[in-house]
């Protein structure tokens, strides 16, 4: 698939932008890649914006009942222009917007900024995750099939070789190691109560000879409430997995910032 992309690549770069259809940019322009933004203060383990004080850079769910993951990187908030990406990446299946959040991704594990509140140092990610493997979040087959395309995975491989030209090996996990044996609903279809109910049941396929690792970073695309990744978050520990984060290329925040 990455393949596939980079061949495009040059034809892309005389080509419109995804979002805004300035040409001449390649996939994202400028404009439109400046616009993706992130709370100046967020929680050091949801990554959701902080309003008011908190000591210890925790939000107030974070300070109540902490997550299973121990932290949360991402490129943006899930605003305007992310959410138009990965919509059309995933439903529309442009081959531009797998493009651009490809282009993303390489810009957050080029970028050697330490800015830690903003979660915003890829190299240094690379660096502190680097005994780490990455677990795209599992699909239901039926969803996989329905879509013909696997995001999280295309997203979790394009880390991967990234970190790889930095001499940081993160290896996958092998797929469906994980899998959903029960269909549940959309959580984009559903409220934020309906989505507290919905639950998601992972199973361990015990088919695979390959035993889980005991750090996982999960990659997913998007993070709204968080309710998903924190059951696959909660599966995890429960199956011995020591050190969890999560990496998305998106997240729902609270407010305007
Ligand atoms: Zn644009
Ligand atoms: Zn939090």
């Known amino acids: 698939m990455w393949q596939k992309i980079s061949q495009s690549l040059q034809l892309l770069s005389q080509s419109h932008c995804v979002i805004c259809d300035v040409l001449g940019q390649g996939a994202l322009c ?149 899998t959903q044996p029960f269909f549940v609903k959309k959580q984009s279809k559903l409220n934020r109560q309906q989505r507290l109910k919905n639950q998601h049941y992972y199973q361990i396929n015990h088919k695979l000879s390959h035993k889980l690792p005991k750090k996982i970073v999960i990659i997913d695309d998007v993070v709204t409430t968080g309710t998903t990744v924190g059951q696959l978050a909660k599966f995890l520990r429960g199956q011995g997995v020591q050190r969890l984060s999560v990496w998305v290329m998106a997240r729902g925040i609270i407010g305007k910032f």
Not at 44 to 59: K, L, P, V, Y
Not at 68 to 97: H, P, T
Request: hydrophobic residues 35%.
């Open 30 to 178: 400028d404009v439109c890649r400046q616009s993706i933004g992130k709370p100046k203060h967020s929680c050091r383990i949801c990554g959701q914006a902080i309003i008011g004080n908190s000591s210890d850079n925790r939000c107030k769910t974070c300070m109540q009942s902490p997550p299973a993951y121990e932290s949360l990187y991402y490129i943006g908030a899930y605003d305007e222009v992310l959410s138009s990406l990965i919509i059309k990446a995933k439903v529309g299946k442009q081959l531009s917007a797998v493009i651009a959040l490809r282009s993303l991704v390489d810009d957050f594990i080029s970028t050697d900024n330490c800015d830690t509140d903003n979660h915003n140092n890829g190299y240094r990610w690379a660096e502190q995750f680097a005994d780490y493997h990455l677990l795209p979040m599992p699909i239901p087959r039926s969803r996989l099939m329905q879509r013909g395309f696997n995001l999280p995975l295309l997203l979790a491989k394009r880390l991967s070789v990234q970190c790889h030209s930095f001499n940081y090996h993160l290896p996958i996990v092998p797929q469906h190691c994980i």
